[in-house]
C-alpha cells in the first residue's frame, strides 16, 4: 500500500540523494493526516450547525468546569487547542447562549465562564455521535494499532515538550 508520501520521499532521494529525507515520511503524514481530520471534523461539525472550536470550548467546559465554571485563562489552558482570542471565542458562544460568564464567588475581580443548560445538552447529545465519527476516522486501524500509535505520538509531543494541559 502506497501514499502520497512515498512518492514524494522517492522523488527526494532521486534528486537528491545526498540529504537524508526520511523525517518526512513521518512528519508528512502528520502532517496530511492532521489536515485530512481537520477537514473530516470540520465537516462532521458543520452539519451540527457547529465549528470544531465551538465544539472544542464546549467540550472543555463541560469535561472541566463542573457546574461552577472556569476562568477563561483556565479555559485557555485546559482547550485542547490554545488560543489568543479565548475572549471572542467566549463572546461569540455567549451569543447563542451556549456559555454565561459570571462573577466568581471568591474573587470579584475574576470572571467564571459556565455552560449553560442548552450548551449542556449540546456537548451531551454531540459527544456520543462525535465519538462515533472518531472511531470511523480510525477504521483503517486495529485497535492494537490505535494504542501503539497513540503511545508513539505521545512520546513525539512530549518529547517536543507537551507534557501537560497546564
Keep these: 500500500m502506497r501514499d502520497a508520501v512515498d512518492l514524494i520521499t522517492e522523488q527526494w532521494a532521486r534528486e537528491r540523494p545526498d540529504v537524508d529525507s526520511s523525517p518526512m515520511a513521518v512528519i508528512g503524514r502528520i502532517a496530511r493526516v492532521s489536515r485530512l481530520l481537520e477537514q473530516e471534523l470540520k465537516q462532521f461539525f458543520a452539519g451540527h450547525g ?11 467546559l463541560r469535561r472541566s468546569g463542573g457546574v461552577e465554571g472556569i476562568t ?3 479555559l485557555n489552558k ?9 475572549t471572542n ?16 464567588p471568591d474573587d470579584r475581580r ?10 449542556r445538552e449540546l456537548v451531551d447529545y454531540l459527544l456520543p455521535l462525535h465519538m462515533e465519527n472518531e472511531h470511523r476516522l480510525l477504521s483503517a486501524l486495529s485497535p492494537t494499532d490505535r494504542e501503539t500509535l497513540a503511545g508513539l505520538l505521545r512520546t513525539l509531543a512530549v518529547g517536543m515538550g507537551d507534557t501537560t494541559l497546564g
Design 50 to 60: 457547529l465549528e470544531f472550536w465551538e465544539f472544542d470550548v464546549l467540550a472543555t
Design 72 to 74: 477563561a485563562g483556565a
Design 78 to 86: 485546559a482547550a485542547m487547542r490554545t488560543s489568543g482570542a479565548i
Design 89 to 104: 471565542r467566549i463572546d461569540r458562544l455567549a451569543a447563542r447562549d451556549l456559555v454565561r460568564r459570571v462573577p466568581a
Design 110 to 119: 475574576s470572571v467564571l465562564v459556565q455552560l449553560t443548560d442548552k450548551g
